[in-house]
């Protein structure tokens, strides 16, 4: 079963120039880039569902090939033929991710922790988590963070000439980790 056309090639895309207003360049299939009069180009995917049209953000180009424009378009596609609507189902994806990344659980297991700390350690806890570590994973998925980037984040701290405070940002993050662990988030913890 073929969805596309394939109407558009690569040279065609990458010299496509901005103009006054929006155009787009069809490739057949729902599949479209659109030129933005900042010069910007993005895949998008027009189908419709429950009776209504809608349009899926695939990705910015080149950054999202032709090819994988074409791949991701196929695969909303199928979800659209089963009854899914692909742009609600890719909230709900990265939401789940959210859910699940670093700093969202270390700020569950926080709130958990504070009827059983002093203020002065939650604090200090939060604190260390926030400046040292957060910028460097807090967004990532705890199941996909690996050992050197725990690493990385204690010889900074380490480098501060803060032997003490990289000490205890191992610690912290290690039980965050222990935390993710036991509720499912991850199947291992990588501090240890």
């Known amino acids: 079963m073929s969805y596309q056309t394939n109407k558009l090639n690569d040279p065609e895309c990458r010299s496509a120039k ?52 074409r791949t ?18 890719k909230k709900i994806e990265k939401r789940q991710i959210n859910e699940n990344s670093f700093q969202a659980i270390a700020e569950t297991y926080l709130e958990q922790q504070k009827s059983e700390w002093t203020t002065g350690y939650h604090t200090k806890y939060e604190s260390y988590l926030v400046r040292d570590v957060y910028p460097i994973i807090g967004s990532r998925v705890v199941s996909e963070i690996e050992a050197p980037e725990i690493i990385t984040i204690i010889q900074a701290v380490a480098s501060r000439g803060a032997i003490d405070a990289a000490k205890r940002v191992k610690g912290f993050v290690q039980q965050v980790f222990d ?9 291992r913890n990588p501090v240890k």
Do not use: M
């Open 18 to 69: 901005p103009k006054d207003k929006l155009y787009r360049l069809r490739d057949g299939g729902g599949l479209s880039l659109d030129i933005l009069t900042s010069g910007s180009k993005v895949w998008r995917y027009g189908y419709r569902i429950h009776g209504k049209q809608k349009t899926y953000t695939i990705g910015s180009y080149p950054d999202t090939s032709l090819s994988q424009a």
């Open 72 to 89: 991701s378009r196929n695969e909303a596609k199928k979800l659209v033929s089963l009854g899914i609507d692909p742009s609600q189902q």
């Open 179 to 187: 935390y993710a662990l036991t509720h499912g988030k991850c199947t």
